[in-house]
C-alpha cells in the first residue's frame, strides 16, 4: 500500500480500538480477541460490503460506509430477536486509499458500535483492487426468533416506515439534483440506517413467531419469510407505511412501489399473534418511539398476495430493485 | 453474475451446510446464526484472503484455497490455547467465477471444518472483481494465552518443523520445475497447512506464558511476541527445526533462512518456564506425534537475538519476505 504502511494502518485502528469494553478480556492486537459469553443463546452474523457493488467511494462518506457496514449487521441480529456483542472487521484497501480515509471508515464503525452498544474486538487488513468491507458481529439472545415460525392466523407487523432509502437512492442520482422536500431526512435514511434493536427485543418477547429485517424490499423480504415458515402471507397495501418524507418528496414514479420493493430500510417485519399486536405497538412506542404498523396476515398456503384498498387480491409481484445500478 | 444466479449459489452452499452439528441450534439461511456459547472464554477471529494477494486461482485449487481459508483462522484460535467451534464465511466472487469452483471451495472449507471440529454457521455471497474469502471463527478455552505474557528465564518453543511451505512457494515458481526430493511434502505443506490445535492446548495447560501461530516468519512473528511480551527473545539457530524435506529438497538458497523467514508454516511459537517443557513435549509427542523443540530462551531487555552455534550472539534480522510476489 503506498501512503502508509500495514504496520501505520494496523497501529492506527488499535489505537483508535483500545477503549476498554466490558466483557472484552482481550481485544485487537493478539491473535485473537477474548470475550466473554453469556448464558444465552449466541448470535453470529457476516456481511461484506464491496465497492461498486454495494457503495461507492466517490458519493459515500468513509464514515457513512462504516456506520452502514456495522448496522446491517446488527440489524440481521437484531432480526434474530438478539443483542449484538461483538464485531470483527476485516478490510480490503485498495493501493490509493489514504489512512485518513480509514481513520473515518473506523470512526463510522465506531460511531455505530456505541449507538448499538457492541464491543469491535478484532480487526484485519489486506490489499485489494476495490474497497472490502466484510463484518462479523456476535450477538446473544434469550428469545430466539427465526423466520420459520409464522403461523397462520399471526398479524404481520412491520417497524417504523419504508421506502425512505430508495428515496434517497432516487434523489442521489438526480443530475441536477432537485430542490424536493425532505430531500435530506431521505438522504440520509439511505446513508445513516438505524438498526432496530431494541424493537427486535421487544417483538421477540412479545411472542414474535418469526421475523427478518427489510434489507431486499419489503415484498422481496416478506417473501423469504413466508417461503421459510411455509404459510402464505398476505399484505394490506393500504396499510403499508410509506415513508412520509417520501411522499412529500414527489419523486418520480409511486412512494407505494418504492415502500414495497424499495430495500435497504432495515425496518424488521415481524409475524405474531394477533392479540399481541397492541401491547407489542405500545410498549415500542414507548420505549423507542417507534411505530409498529399492522400490515396484513398470515394465511395456509404459500406465496406472497397483495390485499387492495377494495378488498381485491392478486399475487404480490417480487420485483429485484437495482440498488446501485451497474 | 453469469453463470450462476446468487439464489443458485446461495442454495448449493446452504445445501452444503444443512448438516446437524453440535451446538448449533441455527445455521445457514436465516438472519444470522444461533449458537450455544459454553462456560468458556470465547475467542472471534477473522481474516480475509484476496486473490492475487494472498493466492493464484490459476495455480491453487478451489479445495485447497477453502482448507487453507479455513485453517489460517483456526491457527489463530490455536494460538490462544482455544478450540474453534464455529466459523462464518463472506465471499466475493467475479463474473467468471463457476459455481463448481464455488462448490469445491466450500468443499475444502468443510474438509477443515470437519478436520478441526467447528461447524460452519453463516454465509455471504457477493460480486467482487477478484475472488475475496472471508472468514471468521469463534472459539472457546479455559486457558487464554496472549502474546504479552513472556517472562525472562522462559524457554522458547516451537511445534513440528519449519520452513516447509516456504520450500513449497519456491518450487511452485520454479519454471520448468524440478524433480527436486520431497517435491509433493513441500507444495502440501504450502497448499494445505495445518493448524496446531490439540498442541495449543497442551502448551496452554503445560502453562504456557505466551503464544503466536508462525504466519510470517519465525523471526517476526517472535519479534511480535517479545515486542507484546517487552522481554527480549534469544533464538539459537542451531536448535530450528528445518523441514526435514526442505533439507533434502537442496533448493536455491539456506534451508534456514526459509525456516527462519519463510512464513505460511502454521506452526506455534510458545513461551513456558523451562522445567514444563519435558513434560509437554512427551504429551505432546505421545498425543499427536508432533515434535516440541526448544529454540531458545526469554531474556530481560527488548528485541531479537540471534544465538550462532559458536554461542556468539548478533540481534536477529527480520525479513518481510514476499510470499506472492507482485
Redesign the interface.
Known sequence: MTGFTEDEVVTAIRRLLTAESPGV??GV??????????????????????E???FDRSVQSARDLGWKALTVNV???A??G?SPR?G?????LPEDTELSWVVELYGGLLEAAGEYGLAL??G?T?????V?V?V??????AT?V???GARPGDAIVVTGSLGAAAGGLVLSREVPARGAAGRHELLQALARPVARVGEGLTLAQAGATAM??VSDGLAKDVGRLSD?SSVCAAIRLSDIPVDEALRDAALPGDPLDLALHGGEDYELVATLPGPAVEDAAGKMWDRFGTRLTEIGEVREGRGLVAVGPDGSERPMEVRGWDHFGG
Open positions: 478480556t482481550l492486537g493478539d491473535d485473537a480477541a477474548l470475550v466473554e459469553f453469556g448464558e444465552h443463546v449466541g448470535v453470529l452474523t457476516t456481511d461484506m460490503l464491496v461498486g457493488v454495494h440489524s440481521d441480529v432480526a434474530m438478539g461483538f470483527l472487521v476485516s478490510l480490503g474486538v478484532g484485519d489486506n490489499r485489494s483492487e476495490r472490502i466484510s462479523t458481529v456476535t450477538g446473544e439472545t430466539p427465526t423466520r420459520a427478518i429485517d421459510e
